[in-house]
């Protein structure tokens, strides 16, 4: 790290979040690219900051590194850097030259501010999150709006949906997300097959206990294709708790016969092998701000199912079947045709992916630290 490098406070906080979820793999990543790649490394002092927490996050979403804690633990902390501007994190990491909210909640500072976007579902369908969540979202849209000199997002989409919103041009910066192009091990998807007891043949979701993420359509669209003779199970992965929706499942005359496995949370590696297993993806979201697991999936050469007119049809290419995720036939349609189709677009898939990189996000990332420092 050289004597001029760019000091960065570098908010961790929404890896203590019930579910992480993308943004907290995307800040992981970008934030380890940073520390770590010979080429960047030199240039930054990343310093990462939170609010107060007894316990560390899940491996899975635990910083490498030490984190600097605020007196505040969350939600107050939320409600302070929103509405007080503080506790400021120039408290607990020291001097620093830009501060960086590496989710929508911008951070308290007397410094440069960049917040990443990475989506305003919220704006657009403030019913399916919490009351609270969607106030304290639209305030922090407003604090970002007026107080950030940068803004990253992850998608044309999500820029272009800033840009109606209020954000500036001189603002908004594409910082697109990358993947691990690493292809599964074949002790990666043996473990993973084991370790879940998956069967031969299987669809997979992986994803959040969001209603965006349209679970119920897929798991109703799966019920089509029972009864059309194609009893494929749904496998369905990612942290939440999933009770709830599985209890809605069973209780859905439609959806009941439809053999869904819940997995929860797993490890990268099991999540690899877990790709590397599936026949087909099928993420028909109703609206994302990039669409990581489509990447994830993509890397490991398998089919993809996602949704036209979202940001994960800007992140798919022309590498995927494509379905309006508002239609139950149409999505099963899609998932049809790609159980077809899956040796084809194995190659398309990988090139795809390997069009992504971290190391592509950090640099991006870090010329937008070099704009507020010149």
Known sequence: MGSSAIRVAYTVEQCWHDAPGGTAIAALHIARELAQD???????????VAGKHPVPPDLIFRPVGPVAMLPLSRPLLYEAWTRLNWPKVESVTGAIDVAHATGLIPCATSSPLVV????????????KFSKHGARLMAR????????????LCP??????????????????RLVPLGVDAAAATRRE???ARLRHDLPENFVLFVGTLEP????????????????NGMEVPLVVAGAGEWGAVRGEIDGDRRTSAVDVRFLGAVSSSDLRGLYASAQVFAYPSEREGFGLPIAEAMAQGTAVVT?????????????????????????????AEALDRGDELAAPSRHRAGQLSWT????????VYRELCL
């Open 307 to 335: 949704s036209r007119g979202t940001s994960t049809e800007e992140v798919a290419g022309d590498a995927a079947v494509l379905v309006d995720p508002f239609d139950v036939a149409d999505i099963a349609r899609g998932v």
């Open 212 to 227: 965006r993420k349209n679970l119920r359509r897929l798991v109703a669209a799966m019920g089509m294709l029972n009864e």
């Open 189 to 191: 998807v043996d473990e």
């Open 38 to 48: 010979p080429d960047l490394a030199d240039e930054v002092d990343l310093r990462l």
């Open 116 to 127: 990443t976007v990475h989506d305003l579902a919220f704006v657009h369908s403030p019913e």
């Open 360 to 367: 592509q996000s950090a640099a991006a990332t870090l010329s």
């Open 140 to 151: 922090s849209l407003d604090v970002a709006r007026s107080r950030a000199e940068r803004v």
């Open 155 to 172: 998608s044309l989409a999500t820029m272009d949906d800033c840009a109606a919103h209020g954000f500036r041009d001189e603002q908004l």
